[in-house]
């Protein structure tokens, strides 16, 4: 059951954002994309959602042709950089919103959604705010709702699109680890983007460093780490994505 | 000395501007509002109740209610489908369709009336057409709804359009990836999200769909207790010289306004909490 992506292309409508991106990531990996931004790597995320549709190429995922599965009926778990919670829901109704929205013949009953999500708020370390509305929570605790929210579908993948992009980096690195062990527990097969390599190596069993809709280098991070396959990986690995963008990284001012 | 804010004025000039503000408002607002209260029972309380039991100015208020009745959740509809088009899918014309939606902004009531005349009416070019299915669409209700609705289009999209592309798109994606459907995505994400910008938009359309003369002084013909809506009625009467009924009218038009205005004030005040909670953080 594991995700097979095969030569992706995708062009938006003056420049290619996918230039047949291929890889296989086994059943209940954490793989993280990785690249400077503009390098595709969101797009192949939303592509996984069903959010995006590739102008060719194949995925296959859980013996199905993933491309051909509406994404509503996917069960992939999005989480979004903004969070992108219901505002005018409750932190409780945010979280219940995947199963209330199911057909009556297969949604839980009431009594049975209420634990569901008591259940959720605890793993994700949120009990008791389940009546707040999303406004009145910080940006990490939002964070683990919208988690929370993607959990409750019982997602077969977790796609997550910067997740910690908005959050200082105090936060950022306490919810990596937290995040980690949450994966081990739960073994869902989860696809992570990040332009911070420090954050990819640190979260993932397997890294693809992306740049200009390619993979330049796939593998372990301790692989790539060993030998970088690309200049553009060593350059990468070396200072970190901001040096692209055209700002030299100091170390050590950077919460690095 | 006083501390002031760094971005506080002088005290004079916000005392001035407040003057002016206040003046302004008064000489040009308040005061023709209340002439119009004051003429309507110039002649006393009866006098003006006498002028509304009138069988032809009932006709106008009646007729006035139900074009309201029908445009205003039409251009509702309209309104929340153009701005849904406009603010979640990007298509080819996209600028174009924006445009065109001032436009009953941009061009004059009585163009957009003539319009209508030149359309469906006797010489026009469906004119005989409909004459011969037996349609009334000129000088009867439906040409004062088209006309009304053309006219008062823009509000409810213009409220949302802005509204709904700086929501963007992230929660309807978020509900679509947990399974909902396009119809729930709507009914439980995306209508909740712009239920105020869509309530302050139909308040301010209905208001102009009631006061609308223009447009609708064209089509309607001027049937006396037939197709007068209340603005023509108010025309009517005042050109005869019967300015009491005239301005009883034009207070009843006036009140349906302030009500309209003291509605969302009080709904704006009730609800100030979750407004503040569904606007972006």
């Known amino acids: 059951m594991s995700l097979v992506v095969d030569s992706i292309a995708k062009n938006f409508e003056r420049f290619p954002a996918l230039n047949g991106v291929s890889l296989t990531v086994p059943q209940g990996a954490f793989l993280a994309l990785v690249g400077p931004s503009g390098s595709g790597k969101t797009t192949l995320l ?22 051909e599965v509406p994404a509503r009926q996917r069960r992939a778990g999005f989480v979004f950089q903004q969070y992108a919670l219901f505002k005018h829901m409750t932190v409780e109704k945010n979280i219940a919103f995947g199963l209330n929205v199911r057909p009556r013949h297969e949604r839980p009953a009431k009594k049975e959604i209420a634990r569901r999500v008591e259940e959720l708020l605890a793993l994700v370390q949120l009990d008791g705010l389940g009546k707040r509305y999303p406004n009145q929570l910080s940006g990490g605790q939002r964070q683990r709702v919208a988690l929370a929210r993607a959990l409750a579908i019982e997602p077969r993948m977790l796609l997550l699109d910067e997740p910690f992009g ?20 739960m073994g869902i097969t989860t696809v992570f983007v990040t332009h911070d390599q420090e954050e990819a190596f640190a979260l993932a069993d397997l890294v693809a460093i992306m740049n200009a809709g390619r993979i330049e280098q796939y593998g372990t991070p301790a692989d790539v780490r060993r030998s970088p396959k690309t200049p553009f990986v060593a350059e990468f690995l070396e200072t970190g994505p901001q040096q692209h963008a055209g700002v030299p990284l100091l170390r050590g001012l950077n919460g690095h | 000395m006083k501390r002031r804010y760094p971005t506080q004025d002088h005290p004079a000039l ?40 009138e069988p032809d100015a009932r006709s106008a208020i009646w007729l006035t209610l139900m074009v309201a009745a029908i445009a205003v959740p039409l251009n509702a509809v309209f309104g929340v489908a153009a701005s849904w088009a406009i603010a979640k899918f990007d298509f080819r014309g996209k600028q174009f369709l924006t445009t065109l939606i001032d436009l009953p902004f941009s061009i004059s009531p009585v163009v ?26 000129i000088f009867a209700l439906p040409g004062i709804v088209l006309a009304t609705v053309f006219v008062t289009f823009p509000f409810v999209a213009r409220e949302l359009i802005p509204l709904m592309v700086d929501q963007g798109r ?46 609708v002084s064209v089509v309607s013909g001027h049937i006396r207790g037939l197709t007068n809506t209340m ?33 969302k004030s009080l709904l704006e005040w009730h609800f100030a909490d979750e407004i503040a909670a569904t606007h972006r953080h």
């Open chain 2, 112 to 137: 957009s009336g003539l319009i209508y005349v030149l359309i469906f009416g006797l010489q026009g070019w469906f004119g005989e057409s409909l004459r011969d299915a037996n349609i009334k669409i």
């Open chain 2, 14 to 53: 916000r005392v001035l501007l407040t003057v002016i503000a206040f003046g302004v408002i008064g000489l040009f607002l308040l005061m023709p509002l209340a002439t119009v209260f004051s003429e309507a029972l110039s002649k006393g309380l009866g006098a003006a109740l006498d002028a509304l039991k």
């Open chain 1, 46 to 67: 939303r592509i996984l959602g069903g959010l995006e549709f590739p102008d060719s190429g194949a995925v296959h995922f859980a013996d199905l042709n993933w491309l």
């Open chain 2, 170 to 215: 992230d929660e309807e994606e978020a509900a679509t990836s947990l399974g909902a459907s396009g119809w729930q995505t709507f009914l439980r994400v995306t209508l909740p999200n712009i239920k105020w910008g869509l309530l302050y938009g139909v308040l301010l359309c209905n208001a102009r769909a009631m006061g609308e003369f223009g447009a």
């Open chain 2, 231 to 263: 603005p023509l009625h108010v025309e009517v009467l005042y050109n005869d010289y019967q300015y009491v009924g005239a301005f009883t009218i034009a207070s009843v038009l006036a009140l349906l306004a302030i009500v309209t205005l003291v509605l």
């Open chain 1, 166 to 185: 908005a959050l200082d980096a105090k936060v950022r690195k306490e919810l990596r680890v937290w995040l980690r062990a949450l994966h081990e527990k």
